[in-house]
């Protein structure tokens, strides 16, 4: 189902001294099974965002469409939307209300209607999908360690059966073999489940590596739009926005000033090894001489 | 002896039952010893509950060794009656810079811990003006908190720190919930308080970059220190860094998958430059 935003602007407390115009004249559209990452320094607008497309928030212009009906029409049943479209936020400690961890996944499911008994299996089935051990289900949520939380909280909204989930920074905080982990298993709800995954994240090595198109926003605006390795090309202005590129993006760059023959394109470990290798074959660097025959 | 030494430091948390008996313990510090020398920037890296949280609200008497002893300045800190002379040596600065920010003004909250040591009032201002012109954030004094961006809330929260004039600072992920330039200028104030006024960083983090410009880096796993080094001698070790569920710099790692496919080049690369110059040489 296809989230669309056509001309939509949003300003916080409008005609008072406060007034914040926090988004300006959106235009994109979500297709189904995108995998998209969103970054944007602090207050660049891209929570107000995401939270206009699950209806947590109405444009102040513009019109939000989801599978091409606009979300704030008159008998627009928003209620549908939000378990369709789930949000899982940065924090996940605040999220996390019920006395087990079991029950707190249970309680998203339970709003839609279900029985505890129908809710549960989904539950379970939820968490076992994020990496959550089963022995710990029915710990408090306040025995859990930072990691296991946010483990929780994305399988509150797994639990409701969305085909769009947003991810707000969830792997703020943790140590990177949980980071690679919850981000494996997000990339697996995407191409096993077929569930469009948006990803914010101020991580740019993690956007180069799970995401197929990147949206920048700047000052309430999209300024970029595409695949990442295009826009992390514009790593000097992305500078200038308070953002970067990854590492590997500023060494292609320095390599080829060099002349080594490199992709710009490469933004990972993976793709700049690649590429490396095969630019020091054509110059037939020395670094390749003598062990270097099984490349 | 070292600004900050630990001795076969071990801290158990327990967890109480109804009664208040203990149920359960559970060892977060097994038996570490370290000696930390003043004037020194340290890193510390772990997974999430390998301890380093634990070790570092040793480092401010904010906990006590279960067994062990940890000395600040030479003061050990399980002596009661010295915990504020400790506290004030050793200040510490947390993730979430909401969560240590007060006043509704900048340089009040500046101002808050040495008007809580009893300083004089001009004293005070003079402390809040050099503590606020250390992180840059000196045009920022008359300022609502609440407006700032995170790196500037961290930074303010480090000037907090500051004013008390601590000999050692400990900054526990001070980054974690920072954007790329929030990171930068939150490391850079840092740096910039070792450099210039000596202070006795320690720094946790599980950003590997940040880790990189530190004299030395301490790894911990399971509660126990369990490589210690420059960063030089740490990163070179790829292998054993994954096994400890840690990653090292995109380039390091970059560099390490190069020479695995026959490309020579030296062991421990750290940083863009370096990498940069071995392969266009």
Known sequence: MPIECKDVSFTYAPATAYEIHALKNINLRIEDHEFIGIIGHTGSGKSTLIQHFNALIQPTSGTILYNGEDIWGQNYNRRTLRSEVGLAFQYPEHQLFENDVLSDVCFGPMNQGLTREEAEPEARKALLQVGFKEKNFLKSPFELSGGQKKRAAIAGVLAMNPKILILDEPTAGLDPRGRDNILDQIAELQSVRGITIILVSHSMEDIAKYTRRLIVMNQGEVVYDDAPHEVFSHYEELEKMGLAAPQVTYLMNGLKKRGLPVDLKADTVAEASKSILKALREVDSPLLKEGGSHV | ?281
Request: charged share 25%.
């Open chain 2, 1 to 281: 002896m070292g600004i900050i030494k630990a001795l076969g430091l071990v801290f158990d948390y327990l967890k109480y039952d109804e009664e208040g008996n203990v149920e359960d313990t559970q060892r977060a510090i097994d038996d570490v010893s370290l000696d930390i020398e003043e004037g020194d920037f340290i890193a510390i890296l772990g997974h999430n509950g390998s301890g380093k949280s634990t070790l570092a609200k040793h480092m401010n008497a904010l906990l006590l060794p279960t067994e062990g002893t940890m000395w600040v300045e030479g003061i050990d800190t399980s002596k009661e009656e010295k915990l504020w002379r400790i506290r004030q040596k050793a200040g510490m600065v947390f993730q979430n810079p909401d969560n240590q920010i007060i006043a509704s003004v900048v340089e009040e909250d500046v101002g808050f811990g040495p008007e809580n040591m009893g300083i004089p009032t001009e004293k005070i201002w003079k402390r809040v003006d050099d503590s606020l012109k250390a992180v840059g954030m000196l045009s920022y004094r008359n300022h609502s908190p609440n407006r700032l961006s995170g790196g500037q809330k961290q930074r303010v929260a480090i000037a907090g720190v500051m004013a008390m004039r601590p000999k050692c600072i400990v900054l526990d992920e001070p980054t974690a919930m920072l954007d790329p330039i929030g990171r930068r200028e939150v490391l850079d104030a840092v740096h910039e308080l070792n450099r210039e006024a000596g202070v006795t960083v320690i720094l946790i983090t599980h950003y590997m970059e940040e880790a990189i410009e530190a004299d030395k880096v301490f790894v911990m796993d399971n509660g126990k220190v369990v490589m210690q080094g420059s960063p030089r001698e740490v990163f070179s070790q790829v292998e054993t860094l994954k096994s400890y569920r840690l990653d090292v710099p995109q380039v390091t790692e970059l560099a390490y998958e190069l020479s695995q496919a026959g490309v020579k080049l030296p062991q421990g690369i750290l940083t863009i430059e370096e990498l940069e110059e071995a392969l266009c040489r």
